[in-house]
């Protein structure tokens, strides 16, 4: 049994048989995760961590000898979502996808292909908001450990263009007060609204 929140996660196994049996977990991470600790049974084990510019893994070796809980306590990190998509027979895909997603020095670069002249979001599971966008727009009102980017597809003579989007993440808790919604579609900005004259107190 696999569980999965934000900076954990556990997995249960359940030993049947009899003999010896040695167990290597090594689950894939969010993007820029840093672990903390690793435990088997609620006890510190050793865990060797290995980044790359596109995972993080962390790897727990132990002998099984009966059930056992093994959790990795994680912080931070990035998880793109894959976009939903309800086609029918003789459709044609709409969906945005996911072409890329690495890190690049302290930046997170994602790669995206899409119908062009299309405004797509991008749900991530994340606990701080993204800074420094290029090339998408941060959407406000996001929380639970997610946050949405909408990246709009240059138009152009081809029916599918590609878009780069760049960003950092920060400290700051991502904004509470609604929910991820779709994980793709269309959606395009709304009007904006003026704050209009301040109001004058009595």
């Known amino acids: 049994t696999i569980r999965r929140a934000p900076g954990s996660y556990r997995v249960k196994l359940q030993r049947q048989g009899d003999g010896s049996m040695r167990v290597r977990l090594s689950p894939a991470l969010p993007l820029g995760a840093r672990v903390e600790r690793a435990t088997v049974q609620g006890q510190d084990v050793p865990v060797q961590v290995e980044q790359t510019a596109h995972d993080v893994h962390a790897t727990v070796e132990l002998p099984l000898a009966a059930d056992a809980e093994i959790e990795i306590a994680y912080r931070g990190g990035v ?49 701080t908001a993204p800074s420094g966008v290029q090339g998408g727009t941060v959407l406000p009102g996001d929380s639970g450990g997610y946050a949405r980017l909408r990246v709009t597809i240059p138009a152009g003579a081809v029916e599918y263009g590609r878009m780069e989007v760049r960003f950092r993440s920060c400290t700051r808790p991502v904004s509470a007060g609604g929910s991820a919604g779709r994980r793709g579609g269309r959606a395009g900005p709304g009007p904006a609204r003026s704050p209009g004259p301040p109001r004058r107190r009595r």
């Open 79 to 127: 998880e793109v979502l894959a976009p939903e998509e309800d086609l029918r027979v003789g459709d044609s895909p709409w969906s945005l996808r996911i072409l890329d997603f690495r890190q690049e020095g302290g930046e997170y670069v994602l790669l995206v292909e899409g119908r062009s002249g299309r405004a797509y979001d991008v749900v991530m599971r994340t606990v």
